[in-house]
Structure formats: structure tokens, C-alpha cells
């Protein structure tokens, strides 16, 4: 078997074994930790992706209100709510209510 190198083929087999076999307790731990900062180390290099996306798309629309006369900084400002001081039910004037036309 030495002579014609079946003892590297049988070394590599029992390797295998032993990375493949049944691990410790201990082990199984170090794995599972492993492959759960793994996956959050993926997670969070997609969300990197996502922010440096987010961040291209509003300095090409700051460019954009620079370039059409708006000054960007407007963009940042709070919509206002709307005046809701005086109740508006039950009002016939709006236009387009479907019981004010007459046909």
C-alpha cells in the first residue's frame, strides 16, 4: 500500500473523517457562532451597499434642485400640516363628489 501511495488517499480519508464526523459539543458552539457572524457580516455589507445607494440618489437630487432653481436645502424642511381648525363634513361644494353632479 505504501509502495503506491494508497497511505496519502487513506490520510486524506481520515482527515475528512474527522472534519465531517461528530464534533463536541463545544464545537458545534464555536460553528454555530461562526456561521451567525457570517451571516450578520453579510447583512451588514448589503445594508453598506444600500446606504451608499441612498446616498447617490439624493445628491443627484440636490444636483437636480440646484440645477432647476430650487435651493436644495428646502428639500430638508418639514412638510406643514394642513389647517384643520374648521370641519369640512358634510359640505355639498367639492367638485368632485359623485352626489353634486347633475346630469
Not at 55 to 62: H, Q
Not at 71 to 92: F, H, Q
Amino acid at each position: 500500500m505504501y509502495k503506491y501511495g494508497f497511505n496519502r488517499e487513506i490520510n486524506a480519508a481520515e482527515q475528512r473523517q474527522l472534519e465531517n464526523g461528530r464534533a463536541s459539543g463545544r464545537e458545534i458552539e464555536r460553528r454555530s457562532f461562526h456561521d451567525q457572524v457570517h451571516g450578520l457580516s453579510q447583512e451588514l455589507e448589503k445594508e453598506r451597499e444600500r446606504n451608499k445607494a441612498l446616498v447617490a440618489c439624493i445628491a443627484i437630487m440636490e444636483a437636480n434642485a440646484a440645477r432647476l432653481g430650487f435651493d436644495p436645502e428646502e428639500m430638508y424642511k418639514p412638510i406643514l400640516k394642513p389647517v384643520r381648525t374648521v370641519s369640512r363634513a358634510g359640505t355639498t361644494g367639492s367638485p368632485g363628489r359623485r352626489g353634486n353632479r347633475r346630469f
